[in-house]
């Protein structure tokens, strides 16, 4: 059921990571995106993120904010200062849906922003986007 992804695109290669600090919200974004076949990893946590992207590089981030410890914002400017991660998407993920916070978010490089509680089409569009950006990318760098 992959429809909206452009021909050429290997869904099931794609790496996603899911990072939350609430299992609950893990577990409802997996169910949201259990339509493709993703392989799909999760973090509960920033330091945890970081550890998994240097293990594993993802194709996509998906991203919550509020965090204990290193939260989405720090995560978002660790990823961008990295030569390896700056071009990855990050789609952030987030109750903090003020115009500053949103505002903070996109200009410290995230790719979209998406308000919590999520709605599974604006979930589905904005990661179909970014895949489709991504395999846009690839294919112009060839």
Known sequence: MNNNIQPGIEVEKLNVLIVDDVPLNILLIKKMLSQYTFEIRTANGGQAALDAIKTKKPDLLLLDLMMPGIDGFEVIRRLRADDSTKDLPIIILS???SEQD??????????DFINKPIIMEKL???VTTQI???GTKRQLNG
């Open 124 to 126: 589905l569009a904005s």
């Open 132 to 134: 489709n950006l991504q």
């Open 95 to 97: 109750a903090l849906n």
């Open 102 to 111: 949103i505002s903070k978010g996109f200009q410290l490089g995230a790719n």
